[in-house]
């Protein structure tokens, strides 16, 4: 069965410092998908990046970037030079690709505070 | 700007009630998802739907059923509310179905059984 770990349940960093959020996933199928979304105080998830698991090339935009790793299944999400804005909840999901109609697997979820 | 909307931010309710989520997206998207969200459990999915009349158990349908009468428009009820239905409730539509498509989310319904 699908199954995305996120160890890290809240994380307190000081403005300007960087932080790391943890994705551990499991899957039996060859050909998925995995998102990171950012839920605000304002309540709705918004979604940050996507990536199958046929490219392993790690993104970076901006201030965030992400570190996919098949051989170990996770997919982390860093965040340089933090600002009080990165304040959110943070999720990471898998989707399978086999499945038919998508149906998202999320982890469960890591607050980030960053003290200004 | 593409939205889904869902009728309540805040709901307080009393035990046995029948209550209805409603959640309306306006990007024409043939796929649409309830959630709920509690502490320490991420989002688990209730129901789902990938077209108009057209439904499909989550992980944890119990004590739930929805109707999709049309396109746009995804309602959660809630036949006889429980306290332990005490969540928050995230709508969700997506468009075409693919894994790779990201979904757009509502504010959500913070629900309260008493």
Same mark, same amino acid.
């Given at each position: 069965?699908?199954?995305?770990?996120?160890?890290?349940?809240?994380?307190?960093?000081?403005?300007?410092?960087?932080?790391?959020?943890?994705?551990?996933? @499991?899957?039996?199928?060859?050909?998925?998908?995995?998102? /990171?979304?950012? %839920?605000?105080?304002?309540?709705?998830?918004? #979604?940050? &990046?996507?990536?199958?698991?046929?490219? @392993?090339?790690?993104?970076?935009?901006?201030?965030?970037? /992400?570190?996919? %790793?098949?051989?170990?299944?996770?997919?982390? #999400?860093? &965040?340089?030079?933090?600002?009080?804005?990165?304040?959110?909840?943070?999720?990471?999901?898998?989707?399978?690709?086999?499945?038919?109609?998508?149906?998202?697997?999320?982890?469960?979820?890591?607050?980030?505070?960053?003290?200004? | 700007?593409?939205?889904?909307?869902?009728?309540?931010?805040?709901?307080?309710?009393?035990?046995?009630?029948?209550?209805?989520?409603?959640?309306?997206?306006?990007?024409?998207?043939?796929?649409?998802?309830w959630y709920r969200q509690d502490p320490g459990l991420g989002l688990r999915l209730i129901y789902f739907s990938y077209d108009v009349?057209?439904?499909?158990?989550?992980?944890?349908?119990?004590?739930?059923?929805?109707?999709?009468?049309?396109?746009?428009?995804?309602?959660?009820?809630?036949?006889?509310?429980?306290?332990?239905?005490?969540?928050?409730?995230?709508?969700?539509?997506?468009?075409?179905?693919?894994?790779?498509?990201?979904?757009?989310?509502?504010?959500?319904?913070?629900?309260?059984?008493?």
């Amino acid at each position: 069965a699908q199954k995305v770990t996120q160890a890290q349940t809240e994380i307190s960093v000081v403005e300007k410092e960087d932080v790391t959020l943890d994705c551990v996933y @499991e899957t039996r199928d060859t050909t998925y998908y995995l998102f /990171w979304y950012k %839920q605000p105080p304002s309540g709705e998830l918004v #979604f940050l &990046i996507r990536r199958n698991s046929f490219d @392993e090339q790690n993104e970076i935009s901006g201030r965030y970037s /992400w570190n996919f %790793q098949k051989s170990t299944s996770s997919f982390n #999400f860093t &965040i340089t030079a933090s600002q009080v804005v990165d304040s959110a909840v943070y999720f990471c999901a898998l989707s399978e690709a086999a499945r038919g109609a998508q149906k998202l697997v999320f982890g469960q979820g890591t607050r980030l505070t960053i003290n200004p | 700007d593409v939205k889904v909307t869902q009728s309540s931010r805040y709901l307080v309710k009393r035990t046995g009630e029948k209550v209805f989520l409603e959640c309306v997206q306006d990007m024409d998207h043939e796929n649409m998802f309830w959630y709920r969200q509690d502490p320490g459990l991420g989002l688990r999915l209730i129901y789902f739907s990938y077209d108009v009349k057209m439904k499909e158990k989550g992980d944890i349908p119990e004590g739930y059923s929805v109707s999709r009468e049309k396109k746009e428009r995804f309602s959660l009820i809630l036949e006889s509310a429980s306290t332990n239905q005490t969540s928050m409730y995230l709508c969700a539509s997506l468009r075409g179905g693919r894994a790779y498509n990201e979904q757009f989310f509502g504010p959500g319904t913070r629900l309260t059984v008493l």
